[in-house]
């Protein structure tokens, strides 16, 4: 279980695949700094695919909005 500010019921595996992914991706399109690392980015993402709210909503507590 993946805690964000609250529970989501997802795998920390499935965190660890995305933040592979996003660190691959960045790196082959030469992606400058971001304002989250790739595995706060991924956990944002599988927290909004989870939940459904709105990027803005599930951002808030990560201080990235």
Same mark, same amino acid.
């Given at each position: ?5 609250? !529970? ?6 499935? /965190?660890?695949? &995305?933040?592979?992914?996003? #660190?691959?991706? %960045? ?10 690392? !790739? ?6 993402? /599988?927290?909004? &695919?989870?939940?459904?709210? #709105?990027?803005? %909503? ?8």
């Amino acid at each position: 279980m993946l805690v964000y500010p609250s !529970a989501i019921d997802l795998s920390s595996a499935h /965190l660890r695949l &995305l933040t592979r992914r996003l #660190t691959e991706r %960045r790196r082959q399109v030469g992606t400058r700094s971001r304002r989250l690392p !790739a595995s706060r980015q991924a956990l944002l993402v /599988l927290a909004h &695919l989870r939940c459904g709210d #709105t990027y803005t %909503r599930v951002a808030a507590p990560f201080g990235s909005t």
